[in-house]
C-alpha cells in the first residue's frame, strides 16, 4: 500500500529565510508525485507535480521539489519565504497508470509559520 | 472560467440523519474524487467517479455513497451519521492524467 510520511508538524521560520520541507513516500511503482498547500478554511491549491523526466520540478509562487527515487523523496523548497507563504502543506503520491487523475493518498501536512 | 464548487459551505447534522453533499467539477473536466479531511489530518480519498460509474474506493463504508450525472456533477451521500463523521468533505475534479483540482470543501459538523 502506499504512503506518504512528513516528519514536521510544524516549522517556523522568518520571512526572507530559505525552507525545505521534507517528505519522504513508500509507492511500488514509479510515483507521480504532488505538493499541494491550503489556507485556513480554504481547498487544496497545486503547487508543483512529478510524472517523470527531469528529477527537479518548478512550481508557482516561487516553490520548487527534488525527486530522489534512492531516498524515496520529494522535498519542497523555496530560497526566501514571504509571509503570505504561512499555511499547510501536503505532499501526496498518485497511484495508477494515469497518475494525477487517480487516487491521491497524503501526508498528514505540515503547518508552516512565518515570523515577520 | 469557474473552478470546482461544492455546496454547502457548511453544514449542521445530528447523528443518525442523512447527508447530501454536492460538487460542480471545474469546466472541461470529466473525473470527480471525493476525500474526508478531519481536523488536523490530510485528506483521505473516499471514492472517484467517472462515465457515471464508481472507478475507485478507499477505505470507507457502505453508509458513504456517491453518484456522478450526465453533466459530471457529482453528490456525496452519507447515511446513519456519527460524531466522526465531523470533518471537512473535498471534492476534486481531472482529467484523464492530469492533477486533480480540488474545491473549498463543505465543513460538516455532526452534533
Known amino acids: 500500500a502506499q504512503s506518504v510520511t512528513q516528519p514536521d508538524i510544524h516549522i517556523t521560520v522568518s520571512e526572507g529565510a530559505s525552507l525545505e520541507l521534507r517528505c519522504n513516500y513508500s509507492?511500488?511503482?514509479?510515483?507521480?508525485l504532488f505538493w499541494y498547500v491550503q489556507s485556513p478554511g480554504q481547498g487544496l491549491q497545486l503547487l508543483l507535480k512529478?510524472?517523470?523526466?527531469?528529477?527537479l520540478v518548478q512550481g508557482i509562487k516561487g516553490f520548487e521539489a527534488e525527486f530522489k527515487r534512492s531516498q524515496s523523496s520529494f522535498n519542497l523548497r523555496k530560497p526566501s519565504v514571504h509571509w503570505s507563504d504561512a499555511a499547510e502543506y501536503f505532499c501526496a503520491v498518485g497511484s495508477g497508470v494515469t497518475g494525477g487523475g487517480n487516487k491521491l493518498t497524503f501526508g498528514t501536512g505540515t503547518q508552516l509559520k512565518v515570523e515577520l | 472560467d469557474a473552478g470546482v464548487t461544492q455546496s454547502p459551505t457548511h453544514l449542521i447534522k445530528t447523528r443518525g440523519q442523512q447527508v447530501t453533499l454536492r460538487c460542480s467539477p471545474k469546466s472541461g473536466h470529466d473525473t470527480v474524487s471525493w476525500y474526508q479531511q478531519a481536523l488536523g489530518q490530510g485528506p483521505q480519498f473516499i471514492f472517484q467517479y467517472y462515465e457515471e460509474e464508481e472507478r475507485q474506493r478507499g477505505n470507507f463504508p457502505d453508509r458513504f455513497s456517491g453518484h456522478q450525472f450526465p453533466n459530471y456533477s457529482s453528490e456525496l451521500n452519507v447515511n446513519a451519521l456519527l460524531l466522526g463523521d465531523s470533518a471537512l468533505y473535498l471534492c476534486?475534479?481531472?482529467?484523464?492524467?492530469?492533477?486533480?483540482?480540488f474545491g473549498d470543501g463543505t465543513r460538516l459538523s455532526i452534533l
Open positions: 476534486a475534479s481531472s482529467l484523464r492524467d492530469q492533477p486533480q483540482h
Open positions: 509507492y511500488g511503482a514509479t510515483p507521480y
Open positions: 512529478y510524472f517523470s523526466g527531469d528529477t
